[in-house]
């Protein structure tokens, strides 16, 4: 009796901390669960969070983007149907003169200069239409990697901001970008959806907007890489590469991405093209890295998509006047040059079944396209005005035609001096540079009024 008494007794305290163990088993259990719903929830609160304040920063972008108003010359009748203009019309306003002695000061872009002012890291703006790419990109040299884990304000982020390599120059004609690829597939998450030639076909453009230039890039080349040990070698360290100014050194880096391309975009690339590099981290591997490079569109690519964009937006207008058609197409430009004999504006020659139909000239001032004029069926200003202007072209200074705006289409007889193409009147290289940046002025003060409306 008292040894089963015993067993029993025995038996029932084996239960009673059988039930204690499960007890506190189910206790850890609940306490991990818990604490990981709680660092699920508050990872998804500040993804969120972090979204959100990059979205602000999107709108104020978005907001503080102006519509520039195509000077007056476009909405009048007589310039809309090729007539030319008095010759009050034509010339520069000389009342006050300029030095030109110093380089042309570079003006930001309106949309950016909010963000500049609120954070002087500000570089430029990285978006990729189609995407949930639309960031902000910040660059201190002398501070590394120091909005890895910051927010554009500097408060502590898991995501960051994405930001240029320190050592490539902040003039250069090669950028390496850098962005956390979330598991949630924000900030560069996207990014490694390049591997897919597919998805490249659909978004083969790059915007990279510079604080001062608005710039697009297409697409060369997509490819995984990691990162490799000291010790290890014929391979690709594509993160050491930051000055691609030297052909050897240029034609080198090129020869290596095509060799890692996942696929042939068909693009090509020559010594002299500006380059722009994303990466970001990837999971195919320990310390794994996926790569996109894209080169900067030629300004003449953009001007002609944007003219032919204009086309059929004024073929949208239906105008009873308009001659052209969906058939319409461009002609090779004639270059319009500043006084600063910078590359300012296009001129097209339209044809329809080969036979021209008018023209459209696009301008570009202070980094915005713009149709300055056109015409349903006449000739350009400047062949109106002069009966020789192929001859006054080449035998000007530079062979360039400039143009100074408020219809004045001038070439340089001398270095100091510019001629009306009419041959009427002429004036000096200052008198064009105050001329034209008051030009430029009107321009931007009319996108101004535009922006607070």
């Not at 597919?198 to 083969?204: N, V």
């Not at 219809?407 to 002429?426: H, L, M, Q, W």
């Amino acid at each position: 009796m008292r040894g089963l008494y015993k067993k029993r007794t025995q038996t029932h305290g084996c239960k009673k901390w059988h039930r204690y163990g499960i007890s506190i088993i189910y206790i850890v259990l609940l306490a991990s669960f818990c604490y990981s719903a709680y660092k699920l929830a508050n990872g998804l609160v500040t993804a969120k969070t972090e979204r959100d304040a990059f979205r602000e920063l999107s709108e104020n972008v978005s907001k503080s983007t102006p519509t520039i108003e195509t000077p007056s010359v476009q909405n009048d009748v007589t310039a809309k149907n090729g007539d030319t203009t008095s010759s009050e019309d034509k010339t520069v306003d000389n009342s006050s003169a300029a030095s030109t002695d110093s380089p042309r000061e570079r003006t930001p872009l309106q949309q950016y200069l909010p963000l500049f002012e609120m954070n002087p890291d500000f570089f430029g703006w990285l978006s990729i239409e189609g995407t949930d790419i639309d960031f902000p990109v910040m660059y201190t040299p002398d501070r590394p990697e120091y909005y890895l884990e910051r927010a554009f304000d500097g408060s502590f982020s898991y995501s960051g901001v994405p930001f240029i390599d320190e050592r490539c120059s902040a003039d250069g004609n090669y950028y390496l970008i850098y962005g956390h690829h979330m598991r949630n597939k924000t900030m560069f998450g996207q990014i490694p959806k390049y591997a897919d030639q597919s998805f490249y076909e659909e978004h083969p453009l790059i915007r990279f907007d510079t604080l001062y230039e608005q710039r697009e890039y297409r697409v060369v080349a997509a490819f995984y890489s990691r990162v490799y040990g000291k010790d290890e070698t014929g391979v690709f360290r594509y993160y050491d590469y930051y000055d691609l100014s030297d052909e050897e050194v240029f034609d080198e880096y090129m020869n290596e991405v095509k060799a890692a391309a996942i696929y042939d975009t068909g693009v090509e690339v020559s010594y002299g093209d500006e380059l722009l590099v994303l990466s970001t981290c990837n999971y195919h591997t320990d310390n794994g890295r996926f790569v996109v490079v894209a080169k900067r569109e030629k300004e003449e690519v953009l001007a002609e998509q944007f003219a032919n964009e204009e086309i059929q937006r004024i073929l949208g207008e239906a105008d009873p006047d308009c001659t052209w058609s969906e058939k319409t197409t461009l002609g090779e430009p004639v270059l319009l040059y500043d006084p600063y004999d910078v590359c300012n504006g296009y001129v097209y020659k339209l044809y329809t079944n080969g036979n021209e139909i008018g023209y459209i000239q696009i301008n570009c001032f202070d980094n915005e396209f713009t149709t300055y004029c056109y015409s349903y069926t006449g000739v350009p200003a400047y062949e109106g005005l002069s009966e020789d202007f192929e001859g006054q072209l080449a035998a000007s200074k530079n062979g360039h035609l400039h143009f100074f705006g408020n219809v004045s289409y001038c070439i340089k007889i001398t270095d100091n001096a510019f001629r009306a193409i009419d041959g009427i009147e002429t004036f000096s290289v200052e008198e064009a540079v105050t001329g034209y940046e008051r030009f430029l002025s009107s321009i931007k003060e009319k996108a101004t009024e535009q922006g607070e409306k």
